[in-house]
Nanobody, 127 residues
Framework: QVQLVESGGGLVPAGGSLRLSCAAS????????MAWFRQAPGKEREFVAA????????YYADSVKGRFTISRENAKNTVYLQMNSLKPEDTALYYC????????????????????WGQGTQVTVSS
């Protein structure tokens, strides 16, 4: 059973930085792509960033490109989301997601059904 546990959320002023972590367990982490999504109050869950299983291909939402960086550390079964230059509109519950399919060719699938999900970690950016 795949388990994903996010951490690192919190309250930060606009312009600040946070690093989210997601610890995965239940299968061979290095065979699967990973992603981050977020959901603000009253809005649909939206794609933020994705990284393929090899760690050499990334994909970002336009709204975070140049500010956020997704990375993985296979030795720790962990994926990270480094968030810089945070804006109030980045405020949301951030979810870690793991590909259901091993060694997927496509990065950044937007369909929720393509992933296993964590419980989320709250990020609040004050203005």
């Amino acid at each position: 059973q795949v388990q994903l546990v996010e951490s690192g959320g919190g309250l930060v002023p606009a312009g600040g930085s946070l690093r989210l972590s997601c610890a995965a367990s239940g299968r061979t982490f290095s065979n699967y792509g990973m992603a981050w999504f977020r959901q603000a109050p009253g809005k649909e869950r939206e794609f933020v960033a994705a990284l393929n299983w090899r760690g050499d291909s990334t994909y970002y939402a336009d709204s975070v490109k140049g500010r956020f960086t997704i990375s993985r550390e296979n030795a720790k079964n962990t994926v990270y989301l480094q968030m810089n230059s945070l804006k109030p509109e980045d405020t949301a519950l951030y979810y870690c997601a793991a590909d259901r399919i091993a060694r997927a060719v496509v990065v950044g699938i937007k369909s929720y059904d393509a992933y296993y999900w964590g419980q989320g970690t709250q990020v609040t950016v004050s203005s």
